[in-house]
């Protein structure tokens, strides 16, 4: 099968490392798989672009930033020369411009989004307008669904797949004798809804009690202006000696391994990867309560809280400072668990059947 995975920049972001190592996966098991984008790949897509072409999977992404009918025009001849038996169109956008085309390869619109897109009117019109033209919708958390069907209505064929990762890459644990260091990692976009402000106000309690404790966050610079805003409160609490504010990083799996606790105080998630990514490495976690977290609020090392009181929010991460690492189940958030879903997804729109079952 001739699988295309198309999304709006290649960049080091969570929906884009999935798709990724999906198509890797795909490619490995002996599908054709390529990735497509809406505009050229940022710097930080660099290693990753090179792991795709290494792994076979073609990267048809454009030279220059087109305006929206360059898009659609680029997009379209990308189509024709691919030929793809079927089109995953990762987040809002992207589904847009490849529902609008006239392409006769079924069309899978994936919901990414940690915000409910539809609150703004004009994407509720749009959708209202292409949904039927996506032969199905995969939806990342059960809160994709829900914004789905309240701003649109229920779509024929509707899908919930969690997004996995391939735990064998975070698995790994320190060396006997490692003592580590009290790094407190925070790994995401700079915006509102990742909330790193309120992972500098709590800090600013926990140096008080553990004053060898140091805070890392890293991420796309996504919002300039909060990023400023991150910086700028460093600054005033006196803590630029013990916070650092970097970009992306590709190195996910050794920052895990080298920090003693992952934050992750979001106002809002789809499926966040670097979230399970958190839970393979059995680093101790803390991040808010809200309801795609909450599957993980059981594990062991884990702790849900709300980032907004930086009491208590210091409180959960002193106390996750004192905690060492643990091992974790995740059944059913493995990459091949999702590859596998999404490969059924694949057979249901052709209608094909897979090779060993039943007609």
């Known amino acids: 099968m001739r699988i295309l995975h198309l999304v709006l920049a290649p960049r080091l ?3 884009e490392v999935l798709v990724k190592d999906l198509a890797i996966h795909q490619q490995r098991g002996g599908e054709t798989v390529s990735v497509a984008a809406l505009t050229p790949p940022h710097d930080d897509f660099i290693a990753l672009h090179h792991e795709l072409l290494a792994n076979g999977v073609e990267c048809l992404f454009p030279k220059r930033m087109n305006r929206p009918v ?8 990308t189509l024709r020369r691919y030929r793809p038996d079927v089109v995953f169109a990762h987040a809002t956008i992207p589904a847009f411009y490849a529902r609008v085309l006239p392409i006769g390869a079924p069309i899978v619109y994936v919901m990414h989004s940690a915000t409910n897109d ?3 009117h004009l994407f509720r019109r749009i959708e209202w307008v292409l949904s039927r033209r996506a ?3 995969i939806a990342v958390s059960p809160a994709n669904i829900d914004d789905y069907v309240g701003a649109v209505g229920r779509h024929p064929s509707m899908k919930l797949i969690p997004n996995g990762i391939d735990i064998a890459r975070f698995a790994r644990r320190p060396k006997p004798g490692f003592k580590g260091t009290a790094q407190i990692v925070q790994i995401g976009r700079y915006t509102s809804a990742k909330n790193q402000l309120s992972t500098v106000h709590a800090f600013a309690h926990v140096v008080r009690q553990v004053p060898e404790a140091r805070l890392l966050l890293c991420g796309v610079i996504e919002d300039p202006a909060y990023y400023a805003a991150v910086g700028n409160l ?5 803590l630029a000696e013990r916070v650092s504010l970097q970009g992306p990083r590709s190195d996910v799996a ?3 391994l080298e920090s003693s606790v992952f934050a992750m105080p979001s106002r809002s998630e789809g499926h966040s990867i670097a979230f399970l990514e958190a839970l393979a490495s059995g680093v101790p976690v803390v991040a808010s309560t809200i309801r795609p977290f909450g599957f993980a609020a059981d594990f062991p090392a884990v702790r849900l809280c709300d980032p907004d009181n930086a009491t208590e929010y210091a409180s959960a991460l002193i106390t996750a400072l004192g905690e060492p690492r643990t091992q974790r ?3 059913g958030l493995t990459l091949a668990d999702t590859a596998d879903r999404y490969l059924a997804v694949a057979h249901e729109v052709t209608r094909r059947i897979p090779d060993g079952a039943a007609a």
Do not use: H, I, P, Q
């Open 135 to 137: 032969r199905a919708v």
């Open 234 to 238: 460093v600054s005033k609490l006196g």
């Open 13 to 15: 972001s969570g929906a």
């Open 254 to 256: 050794d920052l895990l």
């Open 70 to 77: 360059g898009k659609l025009w680029n997009l379209y001849w």
């Open 118 to 120: 539809f609150e703004r």
């Open 329 to 331: 189940v995740l059944g």
